[in-house]
């Protein structure tokens, strides 16, 4: 399952103009750090030209944030030039591998094969004509736009800085731009939005044909504002069964309009049209991650870098690998991740592989439990693997532990 | 011997039995202020948070007398429960005199009656003491009238002291030399001595506390237990001041130790008598028994791998405790085990308690039981204390249980609450006794599996605390018994079943589903938690489950602090015993030996 997945390469920008109450990922508002951030980006990928070599190469590049729409179009053209140069892609479907030349000459433009994805994240208030023109002419190939709400209350609740007018034109833009993979997120479950509000919600992203979708259910990281306000002003969380009614609505109206539901937050049209970067963080494929605060996973272990600008910055000058700590997963603790990465997606766990990978027979360990599992329709046995349904997805955390 | 004193304390519980000692010990100046850890005699954690003496012990006390003597003050501590009543007596014996101590605020209670009844026995003399004189509730005038009426002693006699600002303590302290006889008996007859307590030492093995009656031993003298005629050879004696202090021999009349190569105190019977083997006593000194113990669960380990640990732990623990016994045990539902017989419930507490403490065990009990007899139809008698081995009831003839007569005491007000108490018990036979103004003596025979269960809890609760309870063992009678089991989803929890009266079995089905409803946490898929007698189902209950609870975000970034989450859950769900395909936390079990209103 590991080795003969191709990698993924994931650059964290940790730059926001503004913080948003939700977001616990690593990010600063201080732009005027991005040009430092950028030349430091492209050192951290020499650093593991010589070692970070997954046996099938890479086959995506996601940059997330933070806020990765605050890159220049000429920004974002090196971290990609860059990447091309330093790292293998191979184009999944050609069976001659591209390699890279060794050289890097200044000005020198190589471009991807056309089956890498190449995922940018947008703010909505980020994007004008020009920009995205000249994204997609950098390689990008699949946005992910951060809608969250076409309402302007919950936007603001949610300390965005764009409009739902914005969200919508940014859409528009996109799509004429000639983007043809367009991802939306949209957050549900904010105290006090009614169901209904939150599926008027939904009609209005499908009726852009998104082809992929992330809903997730807002939830309160510690240390965010959010949090903050949420204890303070005594507001709450849906509860489980009102949870789970956002959770089950969701799931049947993007369904019903043609969606794959492939993981408990994430639709596509298609499965050639989920995301394949991420997908990689479910399947315990290896993946690379540069900048601040990003993480990465080969083989058996894991590592993570300084969640700080300024300290990342200083360690990548001085010619080390900002890595702030790293971990070794035993046989246990990868099959524990397994299961639970798993159970979060429609695949489920391929039960030989499971086997061949960790040695236990999930069938004959759980035996009874799985049992219960498939009487309460929670599991499903299908083509060699144990698949969640979706009340199953539901409570896929839970699963892990069966 | 003419300056020995052996004295005992004794008092209900929490009237101030080991602040009294101690106050003791300090005046005659054994301890200085520095080394003084508060209530010395109450060795273990346990006995001090819970402010009750488990085991006795002993210390001998040098005094200076008013009169220009100097006395050695021995004095035995007792045990302060129902459960331990028979070692209680086994101190007492060994002494010539008691403060009986009674708490001014709260007057004579169940105990202070029980134990003065015991001290009575062994002729002692009996010095009443009302303690806790600084309370503002003390009622000294209303104690003395107790002193006269329900006690039958002379109200002159008594000393006023609280223990806890050390007034009153030389005068007690006179009271001992003037008014309890010296012990009397000769050092030239042949040695008798008794045996009043054993602890274990991990270098020098059992530490024997006698009380010599008659005769001397000292180190080299072969003796002789005489309940079992084994034979060691001393090989130290000596006094117990702070720490143990050897000395050459042990004379008539005086209190200490022996040690002689006893490998553990299971070997040592409280009780009996040690002579010599060369001239050994005529007979025995009187008094002695076995006692056996009456209640009894199963212990066992939550994790199955703990076992060998479980194991190791009851042997080590059995070391200091003769009165505890285990077998090896098994059952479908938790796996390896053992099954124990205790004195009570208390001594079933404490056991558990030092097995999750000093042994760092995480245990399950299953629902204690009493041992009942069964008449089969082909006339033979069984014993069964573990419903595991519950007769076929086609086979059945007659079952019986075990009585036991209680004696309660408290304020009036709270006597229609009580006898409803002990009538929902199946008390019969009541007798009731004003032995006071306000102040009633009630006894009843009840089955000593409803005592076992929440009686005393719920005595305790409807008496506010103003009640006091003491029981002896009387007889086994007919009863009609059925074995109630609990199922969780259809499987048989064997921890959980019980021998229950016929009449009793509805409400204790119910009350186990109920609370095994409230601690078994809600789990992915329903939970049907049954009671049933055979294959009839008396009581139910249903656990909903849960439908939510994914987390929204999985990316990079969060997996490992996913993983650790879960893992940490995992490992929760490790300390729970899986019955089919349900997980149940230890916490289930003992809900189900929970009285009603805790």
Redesign the interface.
Known sequence: MIKNEQAGL?IHVPFCLSKCGYCS?YSVVSPDLIPDFVKAVVREMAFYKPSFVPFKGFDTIYL?GGTPSLLSAKQLDDLLTAARHYFRFDDPGSNHPLRHTGEYPEGHKCRYPENIEITMEVNPGDVSKNYLRDLKAAGVNRLNIGVQSFDDRILKFLGRRHSAKEALAAIDEARNAGFQNIGLDLIYGVSGQDIRLWLKTLEQALSFAPEHLSC????LEEKTPLYKQYSKESLQLPA??E??DF?MNTSKILTDAGLIHYE??NFARSDSLKSRH?MK??RHAP?L?LGP?????LDSR?W?NKADVKAYLNEVGGGKKPVDKS?SLSAE?LA??AL??SM?TNDGIHLQQYKNRFGADLLVGKK??I???M??G?LELKDGRLQPTL?G?????????M | MENIRNFSIIAHIDHGKSTLADRLIQHTGVCNERNFQDQLLDNMDIERERGITIKSNAISLPYLARNGQSYILNLIDTPGHVDFSYEVSRSLASCEGVLLLIDAAQGVQAQTLANLYLAMEHNLEIIPIINKIDLPSADVERVLEEIDSELGLDPDTHIKASAKEGTGIEEILEAVVERIPPPTGSGDNPLAALIFDAKYDPYRGTIIHCRVFEGGVKAGDIIRFMYNNSTYKVEEVGHFLLQRAKREKLSAGEVGYIIAGVKTVSDVRTGDTITHQERPCPQPLPGFKEVKPVVFASIYPIASDDYQDLADSLEKYKLNDASFIYEKDSSAALGQGFRCGFLGLLHLDIVQERLEREYDLSIILSVPSVRYRFTLEDGRVLYVDNPTHYPDPAEIDKGEEPYIRASMMMPERYLGAVMKLCMEKRGVNSSMNYTGPGRVELSYEMPLAEVIFDFYDRFKSVTQGYGSFDYNMIDYRESSLVLMDILVNGEKVDALSQIVHRDRARARALLACDRLKDEIPRQMYKIAIQGAIGGEIIARSTISAFRKDVTAKCYGGDITRKRKLLEKQKAGKKRMKMIGSVSIPQSAFLAVLKSDND
């Open positions: 994931y990922f997330g997730y259910q807002l939830s489980e069964n949870a789970l959770f408990v937050s991420n963080y479910w993946y991650g605060a990003a993480h990465s996973f894991r993570w971990e603790q524990l991740e639970f990465l979060r009874q439990v049992d219960e599992l009487e309460n929670l009340a997805m539901a409570v896929a955390d839970s699963l892990a532990l």
